[in-house]
């Protein structure tokens, strides 16, 4: 141990910026818990330390009894008078151990007078060692620990905030950032992948948390998360900072594209035209700072429809289906629209249910239409309905049959004109449920036989087509018609001729693979066989 620990403690804290006292403590705590374990753990003992000298003073606490049971921790009231010291039953005596070098001439003094009484002996010659060692080994890692506790003390205030900070190593991927007074981390995770940094880059992040239980850098930033954007924004746009404008929400997809819904409390000033600037200079700012990514400035509004409209622009929605429940919107885009709607691998639809917290579908009109035919269809086959009541209950809410069998409220579906009354919408009710237990069963069906198909091998499959044998399966797959789809996709009714079918057989068949695969339905008239007699099948196929 030094000499004089004053002026390491000192220099220390001044370094760290540690407190002197939890410096003091520490020691103090160290030397006691080493004193114990070297003079035994019965003992009770108390370190101190000792400003004018530099070190820490150790003391052992025995009591005065009159039968000694645990030594070292009890002396009888004979022995202490016997070595001359004024004591009574129950008093608690103190001892000064000497253990430093410089104290030898006083350790071997109380060791002549106490050593048997206290049963020490020279024990303190050897804790003088350990002690140097402890003192070593308990102030370093108690100086990191304090630096953790300075550094998270400075900055846990400021989770949800920007900060800025220079790259200075990368650790299995992670970028170690330097703030000036203590290092954070930029995990791989919370990385744009198409950034990259070099040691000595700036680098502006978004303190998403500071963990003080980490083992490494307690400060984790990231540059993916949205506050990111949402405090360049506030950074960028003064009325954000003044909460003129609001950022109602945001959505991002890091390095891509991203939006923000802005409203405005005052009405002379537009929240979209604030945050754009002049001549676009706020939004680029923040643009630059993302290193390119795109910004959509979405103007948001109370009615639920209104905002996922205004979200999903620059697309067109020509109608809004409202899912309360299920917190579901239907658009229905102009046929020109649809992609611009979805966008980029449906990029822009995600970000806008994202942003308005709903979720959202995208129907072209065209394919709306044929839906809404195929429903209208579907509710004229029921028995008393026909196509001018069907589209007249289309109109009125009745969207499907389905709709039409969870139909309770039988007078109110009496009132539709051209129906008939009570009785009649009594049996087009259970019409409609009859068709959809029908439906149900149908889809079921369907269901299991894809099921079962699956489990099926390719030969299998190739048997089931109407006119394969044996012997025409292994002409197919010795000509490369390994599966039904290769079959079904042959475009060139020769290539199946040369594998062994009857060129007047080749586009049934070929037609028989795609209503296997459900590409043409199965009632669908099959085409003609090219003409001409003679083509038969039989047991080894076509002859």
């Known amino acids: 141990m030094q000499p004089n620990l004053n002026m390491v403690i000192d220099q220390v804290g001044k370094d760290k910026n540690i407190d002197k006292k939890v410096l003091v403590q520490t020691l103090e705590q160290a030397i006691l818990t080493a004193a114990k374990k070297a003079f035994g753990m019965h003992r009770e003992m108390e370190a101190t330390y000792n400003e004018e000298t530099g070190g820490v003073d150790l003391f052992l606490i025995v009591i005065v009894v009159e039968h000694v049971t645990t030594l070292g921790r009890e002396i009888s009231l004979t022995d202490a008078r016997a070595a001359g010291l004024e004591a009574e039953l129950g008093d608690e005596l103190l001892f000064q151990i000497f253990y430093r070098p410089e104290d030898a001439d006083r350790a071997a003094e109380n060791d002549a007078k106490f050593g048997v009484l206290l049963d020490l002996r020279e024990a303190h010659k050897a804790f003088g060692r350990i002690a140097a060692q402890t003192a070593k080994q308990v102030i370093y890692p108690r100086v990191r620990e ?7 003390n400075a900055y846990k205030d400021r989770k949800g905030e920007l900060i800025t900070g220079i790259v ?6 992670n970028l170690v950032v330097d703030l000036g ?8 995770r919370e990385q ?28 984790i930033l990231s540059r993916t998360h949205k506050g990111l954007l949402e405090k360049l924004f506030e950074m960028e746009v003064p ?13 991002r997809e890091p390095g891509a594209r991203a939006k923000i819904a802005v409203s405005s409390r005052d009405r002379d000033v537009d929240p979209v035209g604030a945050c754009v600037g002049m001549k676009g200079s706020r939004v680029q700012a923040v643009v630059q700072e993302l290193r390119g990514e795109k910004i959509d400035i979405v103007p948001w509004d109370e009615d639920p429809a209104r905002f996922v409209c205004n979200a999903i ?34 990029q822009n639809v995600r970000l806008a249910s994202q942003l308005t917290g709903w979720k959202i579908d995208i129907h072209s009109e065209s394919k709306v239409r044929e839906q809404e035919d195929h429903a209208k269809r579907a509710m004229a086959t029921l028995r008393g309905v026909g196509p001018d009541l069907a589209e007249t209950l289309f109109r009125l809410g009745w969207r499907s049959a389905a709709d039409l069998a969870e139909e309770k409220n039988v007078d109110e579906l009496a009132t539709v004109p051209g129906l008939g009354g009570g009785e009649a919408a009594q049996r087009i009710i259970a019409e409609a449920r009859a068709f959809v237990e029908d439906e149900r069963k149908r889809a079921a069906a369907q269901r299991e036989l894809a099921a079962r198909r699956a489990r099926m091998s390719d030969d299998d499959k190739l048997r089931e087509l109407d006119g394969v044998s044996d012997k025409l399966l292994a002409d197919l797959k010795d000509h490369g018609y390994t599966t039904v789809d290769l079959v079904a996709h042959e475009q060139d009714i020769e290539k199946l001729t040369a594998a062994g079918v009857p060129a007047k057989k080749a586009e049934k068949l070929r037609w028989a693979a795609k209503v296997w695969l459900g590409e043409v339905p199965a009632d669908a008239p099959p085409p003609s066989a090219g003409g001409g007699e003679g083509a038969t099948q039989t047991d080894d196929g076509w002859a």
Not at 146 to 152: G, I, M, P, Q
Not at 181 to 188: C, G, Q, Y
Not at 196 to 207: F, H, K, L, P, Q
Not at 318 to 346: Q, T, W
């Open 146 to 152: 304090a630096e953790r506790d300075n550094s998270y």
């Open 168 to 173: 200075r190593r990368f650790e299995r991927g």
């Open 181 to 188: 007074a203590t290092e954070a981390i930029l995990p791989v």
């Open 192 to 219: 744009v992948p198409r950034e990259s940094y070099r040691a000595g880059d700036r680098i502006v992040a978004y303190v998403v948390d500071i963990d003080k239980q980490a083992r490494g850098q307690l400060i």
């Open 239 to 251: 009325e954000i900072y003044e909460k003129i404008v609001r950022i109602e929400s945001s959505a």
């Open 313 to 346: 622009a620059p697309a067109e929605v020509s109608r809004v289906i409202i899912d309360a429940e299920g917190h579901r919107m239907e658009l229905i885009v102009p046929d020109d629209k649809l992609s611009l709607a979805i966008g980029k691998k449906g």
